[in-house]
């Protein structure tokens, strides 16, 4: 068994809820990240799918996702924490601690600097209020903050005990970034670290992220050591699975799961 925490986002596998959390569970995970969509189907009563989390015995590493929020307009803004407010609602009938916060995408103003933080810190208090935490993650395909470097200057600015970092392979590795600006961040600053590969290729990084993702040890990069440098800060969240892959959604969610946990084994075996 490891002595690391480990998570699997529910993404990453297809069927209903229910049935992917007991894929989720029997392949081993201790926890998973999950999205608004996973509890609140269209159509369908959400008691049966917050029940049948909660019954599993699984932790809630994430929620996802609060997007398009710092660097956007002042009633954007406001409207945004009013969403952030009932996704905390949400974490809260599953026990989660943690909602995830994506980089604007297209922001009204990416000069505004000073308002990002402000902006963000905000958003931390609501948190704080709440009992909660928020992770940032910069997104590659941002406008704006699309290098985590640049991510952890904004969060580091922001200073506030319950905002750090989400650190995504994804988002490192496709744009090329560097590894070596992770030890630049204090291990409790990074609240969740997520995990993936992918092949050499020369699709579009959008198409990449949505259909090729890969389990660690299926591509050509370099996850050992992406996890060695995340280690090396003192972290000890959770590394989190987050594999969206075309392919892997024709196959029964249980075959995934523990194909993807057979994956996590042997990138953390002991060397």
């Given amino acids: 068994m490891t002595d690391h925490l480990w998570s699997i986002n529910s993404g990453t596998l297809v069927g209903t809820f229910p049935d992917r959390v007991a894929a989720m569970k029997e392949a081993g995970f201790p926890a998973a990240t999950l999205w608004h969509s996973d509890l609140f189907p269209l159509f369908d009563d959400p008691d049966g799918s917050i029940m049948s989390f909660r019954n599993s015995g ?28 009932q996704q905390i609602g949400q974490i809260k009938l599953v026990g989660g601690d943690m909602l995830v916060l994506g980089s604007t995408m297209s922001p009204a103003d990416r000069n505004d600097w000073k308002g990002a933080v402000a902006s963000i810190r905000a958003l931390g208090d609501l948190a704080k209020s709440e009992g909660v935490r928020i992770g940032y993650e910069p997104m590659c395909f941002s406008e704006w903050i699309n290098d985590y470097r640049l991510g952890w200057k904004l969060i580091k600015e922001v200073d506030h005990s319950h905002v750090g970092m989400v650190l995504d392979t994804a988002h490192i590795f496709l744009p090329g970034h560097p590894l070596d600006g992770i030890s630049d961040i204090p291990g409790d600053k990074i609240f969740l670290a997520e995990i993936n590969d992918f092949a050499q290729s020369r699709l579009p990084i959008r198409e990449q992220l949505r259909n090729y993702r890969l389990f660690p040890g299926e591509g050509v990069q370099p996850v050992r ?47």
Avoid: C, W
Wanted: a positive charge; zero cysteines.
């Fill in 58 to 85: 699984l932790k809630l590493s994430a929620y996802q996702l609060l997007r398009d929020y710092e660097g956007m307009p002042a009633d954007v803004q406001r409207r945004k924490l009013d969403i952030a407010r």
């Fill in 225 to 271: 050591e992406y996890v060695d440098r995340i280690l090396a800060t003192g972290y000890r969240g959770h590394f989190a699975i987050e594999v969206f892959n075309a392919t892997y959604r024709t196959f029964d969610a249980k075959v995934v799961a523990k194909r993807a946990y057979a994956s996590m084994e042997k990138l953390f075996a002991k060397k």
